[in-house]
């Protein structure tokens, strides 16, 4: 019997309920080219990396939290499953961390071809988690339960839902976008940055989940 695709699933603008991804993980992106048990094949650059799907693994696409509600609400009622959401074909980002020599997919996201065309997230390196504090020049996020500040330059890209627009908005009324402009302490995000100097510097910061009030 087919083993089947159960992973915790979150919703983007819902409180998500679950435990922060790890510091540091890998990431990549790519076009999805197989699914097939518990895992999932990425090409990346031309070439092939297949992850190991967990139950604990985060999808992170609009209506899986709708469908992970309705399962827990409705006895009988199937739980929602990663082809559900995500497809062969289909762009995704894979956040991973490698564990006995096996990459483990601990968050996935279906995302725009064009996402991955003009990403100017650079780093191999990226850490989920909460705004703790941020101000024009710095960010600082609680990650596994530490503290983890980021050096916020005018480089810096911040994507998200709604973002784009506002920085549209702002730019037409000639006004500044400063991050703080876009987002807020407690938001849940995916910093992606690169080492050097005594702090590192984050070259991209994707909302994920606005704080809930």
């Not at 159960?6 to 510091?23: K, R």
């Not at 009622?77 to 894979?94: H, I, M, R, T, Y």
């Amino acid at each position: 019997m087919k083993r089947a695709w159960m992973v915790t699933v979150v919703v983007l603008a819902v409180a998500m309920l679950a435990t922060p991804a790890l510091a540091q993980n890998k990431w990549v992106r790519g076009p999805v080219t197989a699914m097939a048990g518990d895992t999932i094949t990425v090409t990346v650059k031309g070439v092939a990396e297949t992850f190991k799907v967990e139950p604990a693994t985060q999808l992170i696409a609009r209506g899986a939290g709708t469908a992970a509600r309705e399962h827990q609400a409705e006895t009988g009622k199937p739980a929602p499953k990663l082809s559900d959401f995500v497809k062969v074909g289909q762009n995704v980002e894979v956040h991973y961390k490698v564990v006995n020599g096996a990459n483990v997919a601990t968050e996935i996201r279906p995302i725009a071809a064009a996402d991955e065309a003009a990403s100017a997230e650079a780093s191999a390196s990226t850490v989920t988690g909460t705004i703790v504090s941020l101000a024009v020049d710095s960010l600082v996020v609680k990650a596994d339960g530490k503290d983890m500040k980021f050096v916020i330059t005018p480089k810096t890209r911040v994507t998200g839902t709604g973002i784009g627009t506002k920085a549209r908005e702002l730019a037409a009324a000639g006004k500044p976008t400063p991050v703080t402009e876009f987002l807020k302490a407690d938001d849940r995000v995916a910093v992606y940055f690169t080492e050097g100097g005594a702090t590192p510097t984050a070259t991209g910061v994707r909302l994920l989940q606005r704080a809930v009030k």
